[in-house]
């Protein structure tokens, strides 16, 4: 994406969050992101969106450098994203939201919170779970801290695990669609915590197929296919006018409403 389709891009005048620079990962003979570049600013919710295989979760997934790239670089604040081995304390300042939720079994929802800070951070267990409660008044789920997440719904497991990510203080949240393992009656529950971050300005990047939630909530919306960015703009200009042929044959694909 070129500086002038950046132009009305809340942010695009100062130096991104994150800069995607023709980023390539290879399984093997199978090429999962064939040259992507983007970018992320302060405050934005950036939405990938795009068929299932093509590449969205795996560029998650090497932002917070859980994969390694074989090609081109990922920039985190200025700084060139290290390898794997070396990339702890960059993890630290990215939470990140799986699609299935790898709660602890056996330890109650304040204490799944609660364990990064104390087991990462060093913070003294009083202290980590005090945050951990207000932590999950925040996401609705004052009245569970005692409770392990085998007597959650998966919407709620999801809300601690959002707790459990915001506990470390991240700069960035990383969603790898939070919603796609939840029965339909708890979806909402856990986009409306994600939207109350966006609105408190929280940076985040989402893999979504909840076309609503992208075209709502994102301020960013980039469109993948085949590992390669097909389209990218503002939601209004990608749902309702896009450029190219594959975007708008993938949403011919599917049945929602905006």
């Not at 969050?17 to 992101?33: D, H, M, Q």
């Not at 932590?135 to 007597?151: C, I, M, R, T």
């Amino acid at each position: 994406m070129t500086d002038a389709a950046n132009s009305g891009r809340v942010g695009a005048d100062r130096p991104p969050v994150i800069l995607y620079e023709e980023v390539v990962k290879r399984y093997g003979g199978f090429v999962a992101l064939n040259g992507v570049s983007a970018r992320v600013h302060q405050g934005e919710v950036v939405c990938l969106i795009g068929p299932s295989g093509s590449g969205k979760s795996t560029l998650l997934r090497c932002t917070n450098a859980l994969e390694a790239i074989e090609g081109g670089r990922i920039v985190f604040e200025g700084q060139t994203l290290p390898t794997p081995a070396l990339a702890a304390p960059v993890r630290r300042r990215m939470g990140m939201v799986f699609q299935n939720f790898e709660l602890f079994p056996h330890k109650s929802a304040l204490e799944n919170v609660a364990i990064g800070p104390r087991t990462v951070l060093g913070t003294a267990k009083a202290e980590a779970e005090e945050k951990a409660q207000a932590l999950l008044v925040k996401v609705g789920l004052a009245d569970k801290a005692a409770s392990y997440p085998s007597e959650l719904s998966g919407g709620q497991q999801q809300r601690v695990a959002i707790a459990r990510a915001l506990a470390m203080e991240p700069e960035v949240m990383l969603f790898d669609e939070p919603t796609s393992a939840l029965d339909p009656e708890t979806v909402g529950e856990v986009l409306n915590v994600m939207k109350r971050l966006a609105e408190e300005g929280m940076t985040m990047i989402v893999v979504t197929h909840e076309m609503t939630f992208a075209r709502r909530v994102g301020s960013w919306v980039v469109v993948f296919d085949k590992g390669r960015v097909v389209e990218e703009g503002v939601p209004k200009q990608v749902f309702e006018q896009p450029r190219e042929q594959r975007t708008r044959d993938f949403f011919s694909h599917l049945s929602w409403s905006g």
